[in-house]
């Protein structure tokens, strides 16, 4: 796996404007956000019932894991199950494409079928979900501008009208959320060997601090 460096910062939108205009004129869109210039990420994070992977977060282990199932642009024909690691300061994010039907059968905790699909990230999840009791825990969903750039294989996110539903209506596009408490503006950069100066530049990431806030965390206020 390929582990890649990642900071965070909470900005006003003022700053978000700012930096998008920055960006813009050293970096690409990324592809998938050409048409309407943002997407719309909508994901079902698990945990078990000692919410284990929440207080990992909240109290900044140094090497953690969860496990969540995500799609964009309320497209169900293109779901992808995640599982986000950390360890030692940086993460990698390996990936597997779900069926429509095999999300289902997850939600439901019809899971038996798992452990011979041939997926080695989806057998994980099935053993995580018999050991430790994993089960959906909440929806988040947001909205990104996202920049490429590709010296350093960096990734600059800009995300903001950060939600939170029930796992009931995950998959339902149009399913009841609620906004978190602070209304959150993040600013995300990640990037493998070195960040180049062009894009800590346009990302005016000088003088920042850090964040350690986390989209689940928030989004777990009301369950």
Same mark, same amino acid.
Request: some cysteine.
């Given at each position: 796996?390929? $582990?890649?460096?990642?900071?965070?910062?909470?900005?006003?939108?003022?700053?978000?404007?700012?930096?998008?205009?920055?960006?813009?004129?050293?970096?690409?869109?990324?592809?998938?956000?050409?048409?309407?210039?943002?997407?719309?990420?909508?994901?079902?994070?698990?945990?078990?019932?000692?919410? !284990?992977?929440?207080?990992?977060?909240?109290?900044?282990?140094?090497?953690?894991?969860?496990?969540?199932?995500? $799609?964009?642009?309320?497209?169900?024909? $293109?779901?992808?199950?995640?599982?986000?690691?950390?360890?030692?300061?940086?993460?990698?994010?390996?990936?597997?494409?779900?069926?429509?039907?095999? !999300?289902?059968?997850?939600?439901?905790?019809?899971?038996?079928?798992?452990?011979?699909?041939?997926?080695?990230?989806?057998?994980?999840?099935?053993?995580?979900?018999?050991?430790?009791?994993?089960?959906?825990?909440?929806?988040?969903?947001?909205?990104?501008?996202?920049?490429?750039?590709?010296?350093?294989?960096?990734?600059?996110?800009?995300?903001?009208?950060?939600?939170?539903?029930?796992?009931?209506?995950?998959?339902?596009?149009?399913?009841?959320?609620?906004?978190?408490?602070?209304?959150?503006?993040?600013?995300?950069?990640?990037?493998?060997?070195?960040?180049?100066?062009?894009?800590?530049?346009?990302?005016?990431?000088?003088?920042?601090?850090?964040?350690?806030?986390?989209? $689940?965390?928030?989004?777990?206020?009301?369950?």
């Amino acid at each position: 796996m390929d $582990y890649r460096h990642e900071i965070k910062h909470m900005i006003s939108p003022g700053d978000a404007a700012a930096i998008r205009a920055n960006l813009s004129a050293v970096a690409k869109l990324d592809s998938h956000a050409r048409e309407r210039g943002h997407y719309c990420i909508r994901s079902l994070y698990f945990d078990d019932p000692l919410d !284990t992977a929440l207080h990992e977060k909240l109290d900044g282990v140094n090497e953690r894991r969860k496990f969540r199932i995500r $799609y964009y642009n309320d497209d169900l024909s $293109y779901i992808m199950l995640e599982c986000k690691i950390k360890r030692d300061g940086v993460g990698c994010k390996p990936q597997e494409r779900l069926t429509l039907e095999e !999300t289902q059968r997850i939600i439901k905790g019809d899971i038996g079928w798992m452990v011979s699909s041939g997926k080695p990230l989806l057998v994980a999840l099935y053993v995580d979900m018999k050991v430790r009791h994993l089960q959906p825990k909440t929806v988040v969903q947001y909205r990104r501008v996202p920049f490429v750039y590709g010296p350093g294989n960096v990734r600059v996110t800009i995300d903001w009208d950060i939600r939170t539903g029930a796992p009931r209506d995950f998959l339902d596009p149009k399913g009841l959320t609620l906004p978190i408490e602070d209304d959150v503006t993040l600013l995300e950069v990640k990037w493998d060997e070195y960040l180049p100066t062009i894009i800590r530049q346009a990302a005016a990431l000088k003088g920042r601090t850090p964040t350690a806030f986390s989209k $689940y965390a928030a989004c777990r206020v009301y369950c």
